[in-house]
């Protein structure tokens, strides 16, 4: 019953790669976002989606690109992956209307080889 | 640029004392929240103080906001080992998108 939950967990690929992280959340809630957490623990918020809505575009490159097929989901797809892009990237989502308390996924370890 | 500075950056401790991180940030906010992030884990939520709001209490957890001076502070009295873990403070913005810009963190250690 995992409210926040995305995939995969880790995730090894050589430069070059496109790869795609999945993250479905069961909490009913209308925004959903995506962050990247670098090697020292520092999180920054790429994206978020409001019922389907880009609402938040971080200066990401665009080789990253988000997917919300509908509000309970929201895809990350990375082409071209890159060294620098190693991270741990954690989908999280909220009500808007409740504040912005935010319920988060454990998070997607990604390495780039 | 980053939005939140916590300090200390690490805190050990022994498990009966109390515990106390504090976040400055920059801007105007909604609300500051804090964040529990144990190792290779997500992060959960702790507690919510709204900008109208000089302190809050969820059990042995509390929590207190200067907007004057920007800061909050999180105390966690009587810590035990299970508390060892990065806490990190969060703020809303007042603009839209519910987007939360996160401080640096606090690693704490709690020893036995």
């Known amino acids: 019953d995992t409210a926040v939950s995305q995939t995969p967990k880790y995730l090894v690929t050589q430069m070059g790669n496109d790869k795609s992280i999945k993250c479905e959340q069961n909490l009913g809630h209308d925004t959903m976002y995506w962050y990247k957490q670098d090697s020292k623990k520092f999180l920054k918020i790429m994206f978020s989606?409001?019922?389907?809505?880009?609402?938040i575009n971080e200066t990401v490159p665009n080789r990253f690109s988000p997917k919300s097929p509908d509000k309970a989901h929201l895809n990350l797809h990375i082409n071209s992956l890159e060294l620098g892009d190693s991270a741990v990237y954690f989908c999280?989502?909220?009500?808007?209307?409740?504040?912005?308390?935010?319920?988060f996924g454990q998070g997607t370890r990604l390495t780039v080889v | 640029s980053q939005q939140g500075e916590e300090d200390p950056q690490a805190l050990s401790i022994q498990e009966g004392e109390n515990a106390t991180m504090n976040c400055s940030y920059k801007?105007?906010?909604?609300?500051l929240q804090w964040y529990r992030q144990n190792s290779g884990r997500g992060l959960v939520h702790l507690i919510l103080i709204r900008s109208n709001e000089r302190e809050k209490h969820s059990g042995r957890l509390r929590v207190t906001l200067d907007t004057s001076k920007k800061s909050s502070s999180l105390l966690i009295t009587a810590s035990r080992a299970a508390d060892t873990a990065s806490y990190f403070c969060?703020?809303?913005?007042?603009?839209?998108?519910?987007?939360?810009?996160f401080g640096t963190g606090t690693q704490l250690k709690v020893e036995l």
């Open positions: 999280a989502s909220s009500q808007q209307d409740r504040g912005s308390e935010a319920f």
């Open positions: 801007t105007s906010i909604n609300n």
């Open positions: 989606y409001n019922n389907k809505e880009l609402i």
């Open positions: 969060a703020t809303a913005g007042r603009g839209g998108g519910n987007k939360l810009t």
